[in-house]
């Protein structure tokens, strides 16, 4: 099994496997990058909505993550845009199609990451088999399973949030502090932020466990979109 997490950035996709017989990252710079990459995996963890709603306002699946992670972290899922809303490059337009199909206007946080999410539905529908290889993940759920009910965990922006994220990955894997500071020294802050890095390597440390463990999703079984594609947030 070859498996990796990935994680968008400012400069494209950080890419992280940290398989058994390879501790390794990547910057992938362009969508046809990680089309290669992605297919060259069996697994991969990626911090992106997958599939997309018509209609409804709110997948479920986030409406279930948000559950999970409660009241103070429920700021840190984004419920993506309809479908329709990706055909126009203009947020009042984009707000005011899905407001027509759902009742609910676009939030900037989400507006941000549309970009992200078209490129990675449009590979999606060119390349149907990465369906079973990309699968959507949360960072922060995984956080809060790594921490197994440890000390509560500071929001991820602050010194003592990005420090308990820092710590509980090197105690997951010895290869992560190493590679971690790696991929500091090699990435600018401005194509990677700290918290990027952090994120890439939780998915990667959970995804890696995928072979021995099973993988579950929110909700269970996946509901799927019109295309077919599975609405929902895996974790092992």
């Known amino acids: 099994m070859k498996t990796a997490g990935i994680d968008g950035?400012?400069?494209?996709?950080?890419?992280?496997s940290l398989d058994k017989s390879l501790a390794s990252w990547q910057l992938l710079r362009t969508v046809q990058e990680l089309s290669v990459y992605a297919a060259s995996k069996n697994g991969v963890f990626?911090?992106?909505?997958i599939g997309l709603s018509e209609t409804e306002p709110v997948r479920t699946c986030d409406?279930?993550?948000?559950?999970?992670?409660?009241?103070?972290?429920?700021?840190?899922?984004?419920?993506?845009?309809?479908?329709?809303?990706?055909?126009?490059?203009?947020?009042?337009?984009?707000?005011?199609?899905?407001?027509?199909?759902?009742?609910?206007?676009?939030?900037k946080q989400a507006w941000n990451?549309?970009?992200?999410?078209?490129?990675?539905?449009?590979?999606?529908?060119?390349?149907?088999?990465l369906v079973q290889v990309l699968h959507?993940?949360?960072?922060?759920?995984?956080?809060?399973?790594?921490?197994?009910?440890?000390e509560p965990l500071q929001k991820k922006k602050t010194p003592e949030g990005l420090e308990q994220r820092r710590q509980l990955l090197f105690r997951a894997d010895s290869r992560i502090?190493?590679?971690?500071?790696?991929?500091?020294?090699?990435?600018?802050?401005?194509?990677?932020k700290d918290d990027d890095l952090l994120d890439a390597l939780v998915l990667a440390v959970m995804v890696a466990q995928s072979p021995y463990r099973p993988v579950r999703t929110l909700p269970l079984p996946p509901e799927t979109d019109s295309r077919g594609i599975p609405m929902a947030i895996h974790f092992v």
């Open 46 to 49: 990626i911090d992106i909505p």
């Open 136 to 150: 959507e993940s949360h960072p922060e759920l995984l956080f809060k399973k790594l921490n197994r009910g440890g």
């Open 63 to 107: 409406a279930l993550l948000r559950r999970v992670l409660g009241k103070g972290y429920a700021s840190s899922v984004f419920s993506p845009p309809v479908r329709a809303a990706f055909m126009v490059n203009d947020y009042v337009a984009a707000c005011d199609i899905n407001e027509a199909k759902t009742g609910k206007r676009i939030t």
């Open 9 to 16: 950035c400012r400069a494209g996709w950080l890419a992280v």
């Open 177 to 192: 502090e190493g590679l971690y500071e790696t991929m500091r020294g090699s990435l600018k802050k401005s194509e990677a």
């Open 113 to 129: 990451i549309m970009p992200k999410i078209r490129q990675v539905d449009e590979l999606l529908a060119e390349n149907p088999g």
